[in-house]
């Protein structure tokens, strides 16, 4: 069993990634949010420096890059490889209308053709091994099935599959009949992706889906960063000892925010954001999210936090 962290643009960044190291355990592999170029052609310098080696000394990232066209596909790829890489992912699944209506994210899965002739000049160029991470579809997960059989035939490391179609953006189900299908349509190693929110729900997709071995979570890590060596040790621990990690990761976060940047009035509206995933978490999350929202520094917040953990 493989498990990985998604990506989730402004918040599994290196702060967030290298905190989780450093207290918790149980993922495999690091998704690093989406690399995406300027109007300029320069690469947004957010994603450039999270990708940085010297922010990662520990953690085993793949970065991720968002692309429509050969030209701009290796302005990204080739900063990537510039810094030892050997391996990246495709962002296919952005939903967001501005976005996939320039034919980015998602933009490109009701265009099949697109997809391959971009393919067909990419891969003989490429260096690296190349990933997708892809919805099921734009407008419907039937999308997929015209998608899949033909990707067989591209060197591809990894298809992960996040299980809605992008018209749906966060909102609705994950369609599982959909994806079991998916599965026997696919020679590639095929990742799961999607409302894993509980070991309870692991365990019941991993029965579904058998000969699933990679698995990617997001926001149920966000809400509970534990969740991964729940799933791979099967230790639930919601007690004093979640609290007191809970505690220790939000120091390590803000530590390596406040090295990255002094802006203290930042670092505070960061951890605000991180805490309105992490309070839905514990079952008195509501009220502690309520007095962390009023603090004024991140000193305040960080005395409200020891005193409520
Ligand atoms: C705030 C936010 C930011 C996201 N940023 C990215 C991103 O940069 N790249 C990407 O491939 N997916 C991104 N996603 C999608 C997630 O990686 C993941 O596919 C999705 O949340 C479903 O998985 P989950 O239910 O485990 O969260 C983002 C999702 C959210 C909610």
């Not at 990204?76 to 209506?101: F, H, K, Q, R």
């Not at 009949?177 to 599965?183: A, K, N």
């Not at 802006?263 to 502690?288: F, N, V």
Request: with cysteine.
């Amino acid at each position: 069993m493989q498990l990985a962290l998604a990506p989730l643009q402004t918040y599994t960044d290196y702060h967030f990634r290298n905190a989780h190291l450093a207290v918790f355990s149980g993922v495999d592999k690091f998704y690093a949010p989406y690399l995406k170029l300027n109007n300029d052609g320069t690469i947004k310098n957010a994603p450039k420096i999270d990708i940085l080696p010297k922010n990662n000394p520990h953690v085993a990232v793949i970065p991720q890059l968002m692309a429509c066209s050969e030209p701009e596909f290796f302005i990204m790829a080739d900063y990537i490889e510039s810094l030892g890489y050997t391996e990246l992912n495709w962002n296919m699944g952005c939903p967001y209308p501005m976005v996939t209506n320039k034919n980015l994210g998602a933009g490109i899965l009701n265009k099949p053709s697109e997809i391959f002739q971009l393919f067909d000049t990419i891969f003989p160029k490429l260096k690296m091994g190349l990933g997708i991470k892809m919805r099921m579809g734009l407008e419907s997960t039937s999308e997929i099935l015209e998608i899949l059989p033909r990707l067989n035939d591209y060197p591809l490391t990894e298809i992960i599959i996040h299980a809605r179609y992008a018209k749906q953006l966060y909102n609705g189900s994950c369609d599982h009949e959909r994806f079991l299908e998916c599965i026997s349509l696919t020679n590639h190693r095929l990742t799961y992706n999607g409302d894993i929110e509980s070991k309870e729900d692991f365990d019941d997709l991993q029965v579904r889906f058998k000969g699933i071995e990679h698995w990617m979570i997001g926001r149920g890590a966000m809400k509970n960063p534990s969740l991964f060596e729940e799933i791979r040790f099967g230790i639930v621990d919601p007690g004093d000892l979640y609290r007191d990690k809970l505690a220790r990761f939000s120091a390590h976060l803000t530590d390596s925010l406040l090295e990255c940047n002094p802006d203290r009035g930042y670092a505070l509206s960061k951890m605000r954001s991180y805490w309105e995933y992490l309070s839905d978490g514990l079952s008195d999350g509501k009220q502690l999210y309520r007095k962390l929202k009023k603090s004024k520094s991140i000193e305040e917040f960080h005395g409200f936090l020891a005193e409520m953990l």
